[in-house]
């Protein structure tokens, strides 16, 4: 009756992996359902575990209580990793049995937690440079990739280094996709700081007149025009360094003026 009652529990924590993947990351939900079967629990397992840390700073109600829940996920994983039962948790339960099947390791779970802590504890004053952006998303998206492979068996110097670029790619192309959210939460000082560069004649030449080509200003990234809600974003020239942005070898010098280009003709159909 036992072994019933732990498979049964099993089926349904990872039942709720898989709506909550579903319900609030689609694409990894899509893409898991392409991976060969024996890999999507592994897959379903991680994408919640993502899901569930990412969503403590949006609906904890003050800094403290995202800080000590954040805190609760990293010492259930320690306990977890230690031998321990798992929390009472669906996500935990499925963690620990990916853990027997597929013998990842604590290292990047942790590291997501650490990065999501450290956003949070922050979160006044948001990263100030695309680097920081580019360590943000090596250690959430990045690691998830990781963990993955880890998960498959693939031990790889070459998939490690393909795998942080384009967990980079991902972090960046998540970033645009947020725009409208995180402007409105003020987020974006790495963005306002990168077109007041341009602006003011700073390292980035290029986009700089691009910036003045199409009039955008920093200013529209705070401001969320009507009936839509995408303000523009700039993405830094160093990008062309990540496989799944650098779609061409021009990207360099024509990624900041088709974003502008883009942005322009949406402001102006907002009517700014």
Known sequence: MAGKADSAKLCLAFKYCVDQVRKHDL?????ALYMPAEHR???FALRAFNVETSLIPDRAREQRLAVIRLAWWRDALTRLFQGQPPEDHPVLVALAAVKEARGIRKHWLHRVIAARMEDVERSAFPPNTIADVEQYAESTSSALLYLSMQA???HSVQADHAASHIGKAEGMALLL???SYHAAQMLLQSMVWYTR???EGGSHPASGSACMTWRVWHRHIYKRPK???HP???????CSSHPLLALTSSFKTCSATILMQWTHHFFEECGE
């Open 152 to 154: 498959a068996g693939i």
């Open 232 to 238: 523009c974003l700039l993405l830094p020239n160093n």
């Open 177 to 179: 996709r947020g725009a």
């Open 27 to 31: 694409e990894h939900y899509i893409g």
């Open 41 to 43: 629990p592994t897959q």
């Open 197 to 199: 560069s341009c602006l």
């Open 227 to 229: 009936p839509y809600s």
